[in-house]
C-alpha cells in the first residue's frame, strides 16, 4: 500500500470533521491534522448549529443524551434594546420539538471532540482503519504544490502526499492566502471580533429562569444598546447549566471608536435585563475569536483549484442579516460537498479543478450560496446607523409608552408610534428602510 493519501484535510471544526465523516464513510484514505490538542481545543462559537445536516453524519445523534450537545432550540427571541429597555419578538412553539432538530446549541470543545470520536468510529468501521488517521495537535505549515497542483502538506520537517487537499482552517485562512485563492489583505470591515463568556448557574434555577423542559433551549440575539454604538449585536444561548452570553462587533469600527471587546461585554452585562438575567451566575469561560461578517466581498477569488477544495469559514462562508449567526451549518453543509466531491474525482481518477470545480456549483445550488447571495443586502442593511441604533431606540420607546399604565387617557398606538419616530427617526427614513427591507429580507 502506498503512503499517499486521498485526501488531507487541514483543520478539526465543523467544516473538516462533517468532510472527514463523509469520506471515511466512503471508504477513503484519509488524513485530518488539527492544529489543536483535541478537535475544538481551540474553537469558540456561540452557538447554535441549525438545520439538521448533523442527523446525515450521525443519524439519530438525538438518542446520546451525552452526545455532543447541549439543548435543542424551541425559544427563539430577537430583542431590540436601549439603554433602559429591551423589546422582543418572541415566539416558541412544540413544533421544534420534533426529531431532527432544526437547531441544537453546541459548546465547541466539547461538541467537536464528540464529532471527531464519532469520525474516528467510522474510519474503525471502513477498509482504512489502519491507515486513515486523525492527527491532532500538529500544525500545517504549508500546503505543497507542484505545476499548479496541491500534492501534499508540510509540518516543520514532515511532509504529506495526498492527490488532495481540503482546507478547512477557518477564518483565519492562512493557508488559502497561500495557495493564491485569497488575497493576502481582507478589508477590517469585512471582519468581526466575537466575545463570548460562559456563565454557569444550578441546572434547575438556569431551567426555571428560561422556563427549559427537559433538553429544550433558548436562543436570544440582540440588536442596539447591547455594542454600545459599535456596529454588531448580542447574543444569548442556554447550554445544560451555563448560558453562552456574548456579542460580535465590528474590527474596524471598534478600533475607530477606540473600545475594547471586553470593555464591551462588560457594558452589555450593565443592562438591566441582563444584569438580571446573570445574577448570581459564575463565569467559568471566556474567549475571543474573529468572525466573517457575511459580507460576500470577503470571500475568496475561488473556492477551488487542482487538488484543493476550501471549505467553511477558510472561504468566509457565514451569514448573519439578524436572525442569527449562521456559521457552522455553513461549514458542515460545505465540507459534506467538498467530500463529495472528493469522492466523484477518486472515481474518475481525476482531482484537477476540472473536476473539483463540481464542488463550487454544488455549493452554489446549495442554500448556503443561495441564502449568501440573496440576503447580501440584508446583511449590508443590519450594519446601518438606522438598523443599530434608530430602530432600536424606536421600538423601546413605542413599547414604554404602549405598556405604560397611568391614571390618565391613554393616546391612541399610532399617536404614540408617530411620537417615538419622529424623537428618534423621520418618517423619510423609516419608508426607506421599509422598502429596503421588504426587497431585502
Ligand atoms: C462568538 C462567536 C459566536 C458564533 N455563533 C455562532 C452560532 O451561533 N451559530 C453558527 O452557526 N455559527 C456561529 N459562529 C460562527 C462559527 O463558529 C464558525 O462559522 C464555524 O466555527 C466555522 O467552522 P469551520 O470548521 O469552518 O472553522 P473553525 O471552527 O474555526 O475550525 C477550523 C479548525 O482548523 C484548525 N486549524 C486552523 N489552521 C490550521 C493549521 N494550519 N493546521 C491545522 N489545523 C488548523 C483550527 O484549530 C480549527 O480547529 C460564531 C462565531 C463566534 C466567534
Not at 445536516?53 to 424551541?74: H, M, Q, S, T
Not at 445544560?240 to 469600527?253: A, E, N, Q
Amino acid at each position: 500500500m502506498d503512503d499517499k493519501f486521498d485526501c488531507i484535510v487541514i483543520g478539526g471544526g465543523v467544516a473538516g470533521l462533517a468532510a472527514s465523516m463523509m469520506l471515511a464513510k466512503a471508504n477513503m484514505k484519509f488524513l485530518l491534522i488539527e492544529r489543536g490538542e483535541f478537535a475544538g481545543a481551540k474553537n469558540v462559537s456561540g452557538g447554535v448549529l441549525w438545520g439538521n445536516d448533523l442527523a446525515k453524519l450521525v443519524p439519530n445523534y438525538w438518542e446520546e443524551e451525552d452526545g455532543g450537545w447541549e439543548r435543542f432550540i424551541n425559544h427563539r427571541r430577537l430583542t431590540f434594546m436601549d439603554e433602559q429597555s429591551t423589546f422582543s419578538l418572541d415566539f416558541k412553539s412544540s413544533h421544534f420539538n420534533e426529531k431532527p432538530y432544526t437547531g441544537v446549541v453546541v459548546l465547541r470543545s466539547k461538541f467537536d471532540n464528540w464529532l471527531s470520536g464519532k469520525v474516528q468510529e467510522a474510519i474503525d468501521a471502513s477498509d482504512y482503519a489502519m491507515d486513515s488517521f486523525i492527527a491532532t495537535n500538529i500544525k500545517v505549515d504549508e500546503v505543497l504544490m507542484e505545476n499548479g497542483k496541491a500534492v501534499g502538506i508540510k509540518t516543520g520537517e514532515d511532509e504529506f502526499h495526498a492527490d488532495s487537499v481540503i482546507i478547512a482552517e477557518g477564518v483565519n485562512n492562512l493557508l488559502t492566502r497561500q495557495v493564491g485563492l485569497q488575497d493576502n489583505y481582507v478589508p477590517a470591515d469585512h471582519m468581526l471580533t466575537g466575545i463570548k463568556e460562559i456563565i454557569r448557574f444550578d441546572q434547575e434555577v438556569l431551567e426555571q429562569k428560561f422556563q427549559l423542559n427537559g433538553l429544550s433551549g433558548m436562543s436570544n440575539e440582540f440588536v442596539g444598546w447591547a455594542t454600545d454604538g459599535v456596529e454588531g449585536g448580542g447574543f444569548l444561548y442556554t447550554n445544560r447549566d451555563t448560558i453562552s452570553l456574548g456579542l460580535v462587533v465590528g474590527i474596524k469600527d471598534m478600533r475607530e471608536k477606540k473600545r475594547s471587546p471586553h470593555d464591551l461585554l462588560n457594558h452589555f452585562k450593565t443592562h438591566p435585563t441582563i444584569a438580571d438575567i446573570i445574577k448570581d451566575g459564575e463565569i467559568v469561560e471566556y474567549s475571543a475569536h474573529v468572525v466573517s461578517s457575511g459580507d460576500a466581498r470577503a470571500m475568496p477569488k475561488e473556492l477551488y483549484k487542482d487538488g484543493i477544495l476550501i471549505a467553511g469559514e477558510a472561504a468566509n462562508l457565514l451569514m448573519n442579516a439578524g436572525k442569527a449567526i449562521q456559521g457552522m451549518d455553513y461549514a458542515m453543509r460545505s465540507g459534506i460537498l467538498a467530500a463529495e466531491t472528493i469522492i466523484e474525482a477518486k472515481e474518475k481518477g481525476d482531482f484537477s479543478s476540472a473536476t473539483l470545480k463540481n464542488y463550487r456549483a454544488k455549493l452554489d445550488q446549495s442554500y448556503v450560496m443561495k441564502d449568501i447571495n440573496n440576503f447580501q443586502d440584508a446583511v449590508h442593511l443590519l450594519h446601518t446607523e438606522t438598523m443599530q441604533k434608530k430602530v432600536p431606540n424606536l421600538v423601546c420607546d413605542f413599547g414604554r409608552q404602549f405598556f405604560t399604565i397611568k391614571n390618565e387617557p391613554t393616546p391612541k398606538s399610532e399617536k404614540m408610534l408617530l411620537g417615538a419616530i419622529k424623537r428618534h427617526a423621520s418618517l423619510w427614513e423609516l419608508l426607506k428602510l421599509g422598502f429596503k427591507a421588504r426587497k431585502s429580507l
